[in-house]
């Protein structure tokens, strides 16, 4: 992808893409969290990737991974939820509502 993709583009391979993201981000914190109970933020951590793990991500795309893992993990990769439209919205550019008048202010 090339940039954010406009709700009118979305195709399930996108919402597949972006329910992936969220499951590995959170797979990723919660494991430090874990790991590290007392690690505090920008604290540096070491991860190294061996082998058995570098043969994991050869041979196609982490975009051609998501639907596998999701099934395997017991999610529908396709499913439409509330948080769909929000794909391709840049949230700088939305307004925060904010006491200023009866205008909401903008971010700069």
């Not at 992808?1 to 992936?20: E, H, K, N, W």
């Not at 540096?44 to 570098?54: E, K, S, T, Y």
């Amino acid at each position: 992808m090339s940039g954010p993709v406009a709700p009118a583009d979305l195709r399930d391979g996108t919402i597949a893409a972006y329910r992936y993201l969220a499951f590995l981000d959170l797979e990723y914190h919660g494991l430090i969290h874990d790991m590290f109970p007392d690690r505090t933020p920008g604290d540096h951590l070491f991860i190294p990737v061996d082998a058995q793990v570098h043969a994991l991500c050869r041979g196609a795309s982490p975009l051609d991974r998501c639907q596998t893992v999701l099934l395997a993990v017991g999610v529908d990769p396709f499913k439409y939820d509330h948080w769909v439209p929000t794909i391709g919205v840049d949230f700088n550019k939305l307004p925060v509502i904010k006491p200023d008048g009866d205008r909401p202010k903008a971010r700069k």
